[in-house]
């Protein structure tokens, strides 16, 4: 599990569409990102705000709908939460 992970939750994916994002988020170049609904089905660390939550994921193709998946959730200032996929994520 990811230890900078401000919540980890087991959850579906509802909806998701592409979004065109600003040259830098966080300080990572990228110009391509999802826009995630996620239904949270269980909270492993920390406390969800809601039973449905809005993600952001950078990644260069659909998030699947069928299955529950795992997300390493990062709160960002703007209420949404950032995917955190790999410990490269991790602000050191």
């Not at 300080?27 to 269980?42: A, M």
């Amino acid at each position: 599990m990811i230890s900078c992970a401000d919540i980890v939750i087991v959850g579906r994916v509802t909806d998701q569409s592409y979004a065109e994002l600003p040259a830098s988020l966080n300080g990572i170049n990228v110009d391509v990102s999802w826009t995630l609904h996620v239904k949270v089905k269980t909270v492993l660390k920390g406390v969800a705000p809601d039973h449905k939550i809005t993600v952001i994921v950078t990644a260069n193709a659909r998030v699947r709908q069928d299955r529950d998946l795992l997300f390493n959730l990062k709160r960002l200032e703007n209420g949404r939460y950032a995917w955190e996929q790999s410990e490269s994520d991790c602000e050191r």
